[in-house]
């Protein structure tokens, strides 16, 4: 029987790094339990079911998830720890913004997803030139943790 999957990350600010990634994947925030999802800001939602719950404020901010809005994808899981990132990731998201495409439009496409990411705080790393037949090309980014992804 196969598992579900969560990717969890670590982060300073756990809020900023769900609203990129909800932005970068099309996923969405999903609302507080025993409610449904918020029509309108998610976080204002959760701050409200937070301070019901008589949770610190401190701790407010220490979680936060996004989903896809379809329960296609894995849910993605950010909470806050101490330190920072010290090293390159051992595991990244391939993020498949141009499959089937080859050649120059896929790079042109990679390369337009990129300009959309890079203004939601996204870092542009590297380009990876194709190199048929094992390499289609990529682009080598960061989110705005530093975190490393692939468009894909």
Not at 64 to 70: G, H, I, Q
Not at 118 to 140: K, M, N, S, Y
Request: with cysteine; glycine share 10%; charged share 30%.
């Amino acid at each position: 029987m196969s598992r579900r999957v969560q990717v969890t990350f670590d982060a300073r600010d756990p809020r900023v790094l769900a609203s990129f990634w909800s932005e970068a994947l099309g996923y969405v925030v999903p609302g507080p339990p025993g409610g449904e999802r918020p029509a309108g800001d998610p976080w204002a939602a959760w701050d409200e079911f937070l301070e019901r719950a008589r949770v610190p404020e401190e701790e407010r901010r220490s979680k936060a998830a996004v989903e896809a809005p379809e329960g296609s994808g894995p849910r993605i899981f950010f909470q806050r720890v101490p330190e920072g990132r010290t090293a390159k990731n051992r595991v990244h998201l391939d993020v498949r913004a141009a499959p089937g495409l080859r050649g120059e439009e896929r790079m042109a496409a990679l390369e337009a997803e990129c300009g959309r990411l890079l203004a939601l705080g996204a870092a542009r790393l590297r380009r990876v030139e194709p190199e048929p037949p094992f390499d289609a090309g990529h682009l080598v980014m960061a989110d705005p943790e530093g975190n490393e992804f692939c468009l894909d």
